[in-house]
């Protein structure tokens, strides 16, 4: 199964719909894309780093990094199983759109599946919790612990995140 996304940082509303879906399925890929639409506050081996310390007592999640289209990675790599999130209605529209879309390209029996977002985390998006973020804001229970953690030392590091 595969779950792709830019994860700018991985969030806690990612990490619950990771959690669950390593619960039925064999192996989870958490794909990360170079997506040319946004311009991301974290470099690749970054994203990676945070999604590892995330999941690292996960023991059927890998990580992975592409770019292009999701369904030539999903072609290449033979996934059956494309696993999305939806938070609220306004993530239907546009997933049925893009669901539709990669059912066109997909040449073998690749499904995409939808979990539903914990109510809890309906909310969450990387861009609200990098915006509080940058201003100090306490984002402590919308990303993992260690990703918090990762996320203030390279705030120290470079000094201007
Ligand atoms: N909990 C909390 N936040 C969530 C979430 C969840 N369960 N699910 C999604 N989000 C957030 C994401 O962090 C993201 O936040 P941001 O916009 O502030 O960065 C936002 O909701 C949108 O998420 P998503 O739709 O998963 O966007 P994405 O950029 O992470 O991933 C791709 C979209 C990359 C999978 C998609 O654009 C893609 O497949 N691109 C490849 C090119 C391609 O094939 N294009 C043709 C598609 S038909």
Avoid: W
Wanted: glycine share 6%; proline share 2%.
């Amino acid at each position: 199964m595969l779950y792709a996304g830019t994860f700018d940082p991985i969030t806690n509303g990612h990490l619950d719909l990771i959690r669950r879906a390593s619960r039925i399925c064999e192996e989870l890929v958490v794909g990360v894309l170079t997506n040319p639409a946004k311009k991301t506050k974290y470099s690749m081996d970054e994203r990676l780093e945070m999604i590892r310390l995330a999941t690292e007592s996960l023991d059927n999640v890998v990580t992975d990094h592409f770019d292009g289209l999701l369904a030539d990675y999903v072609v290449n790599n033979h996934i059956s199983t494309v696993l999305r999130g939806l938070r609220a209605g306004i993530d239907f529209e546009n997933e049925i759109q893009m669901a539709q879309m990669n059912a066109r390209l997909y040449k073998e029996r690749t499904e995409t599946i939808f979990m539903m977002t914990d109510p809890s985390h309906s909310f969450i998006s990387s861009s609200i919790v990098k915006e509080v973020f940058s201003y100090g804001g306490d984002i402590s229970g919308l990303v993992p612990t260690q990703v918090y953690e990762y996320m203030k030392k390279i705030k120290e590091e470079k000094g201007d995140k």
